[in-house]
Antibody, heavy 119, light 113 residues
Framework: QVQLVQSGAEVKKPGASVKVSCKAS????????ISWVRQAPGQGLEWMGW????????NYAQKLQGRVTMTTDTSTSTAYMELRSLRSDDTAVYYC????????????WGQGTLVTVSS | QPVLTQSSSASASLGSSVKLTCTLS???????IAWHQQQPGKAPRYLMK???????NKGSGVPDRFSGSSSGADRYLTISNLQSEDEADYYC???????????FGGGTKLTVL
């Protein structure tokens, strides 16, 4: 069965960086993409970006351009999302989700990773 | 870039049916959407992908009580025979094939009375 298992919770200071991992299993990793979605406390879902696990092509939400980098390691079927220059409003649960070789909607979700940004 | 509009809340009685709406912005009425359910304190769960024709494909294990339909720019999620576990937030999602960007609606909080 398809599973996406994310790394554990993080606490970071403003200005620091965080890197969240997402290990995929139960399907051919390079036949799909991974989208990253975040959810601030009490708020809705926000699409952050997408990466093709086939060729590494990426697309990022405009508001995060320059601060976010998404990568994959096909040898371990793991996707990564790094967010830099963290601010307090980056405090959120970050989800990875399986998407397609072009972003056309996610169909499996990871369990989420809470990132808290606090001085 | 498409915009998805959802009512912030809805309520219905145990055992009844409810129809949630997701409306696509002008110029995007033909777009395919996906519905996701998020129970309190849990990760979202994919429910189905829904086309403008009303045709839909449900995710693995999604009960038959969940169905989709479409009319113009509106995409609907109908839940029949409501159960207590259906009390959740429901989000619609779409994507722009030109910009390769995704977008979520604001979500509808469903209360089962």
């Amino acid at each position: 069965q398809v599973q996406l298992v994310q790394s554990g919770a993080e606490v970071k200071k403003p200005g620091a960086s965080v890197k969240v991992s997402c290990k995929a299993s139960g399907y051919t990793f390079t036949s799909y993409g991974i989208s990253w979605v975040r959810q601030a406390p009490g708020q809705g879902l926000e699409w952050m970006g997408w990466i093709s696990a086939y060729n590494g092509n990426t697309n990022y939400a405009q508001k995060l351009q320059g601060r976010v980098t998404m990568t994959t390691d096909t040898s371990t079927s793991t996707a990564y999302m790094e967010l830099r220059s963290l601010r307090s409003d980056d405090t959120a649960v970050y989800y990875c989700a399986r998407d397609h070789l072009l972003p056309t909607g996610v169909d499996y979700w990871g369990q989420g990773t809470l990132v808290t940004v606090s001085s | 870039q498409p915009v998805l509009t959802q009512s912030s809340s809805a309520s219905a009685s145990l055992g009844s049916s409810v129809k949630l709406t997701c409306t696509l912005s002008s110029g995007h009425s033909s777009y395919i959407i996906a519905w996701h359910q998020q129970q309190p304190g849990k990760a979202p769960r994919y429910l189905m992908k829904l086309e403008g024709s009303g045709s839909y494909n449900k995710g693995s294990g999604v009960p038959d009580r969940f169905s989709g339909s479409s009319s113009g720019a509106d995409r609907y999620l109908t839940i029949s025979n409501l159960q207590s576990e259906d009390e959740a937030d429901y989000y619609c999602e779409t994507w722009d094939s030109n910009t390769r960007m995704g977008v979520f609606g604001g979500g509808t909080k469903l209360t089962v009375l």
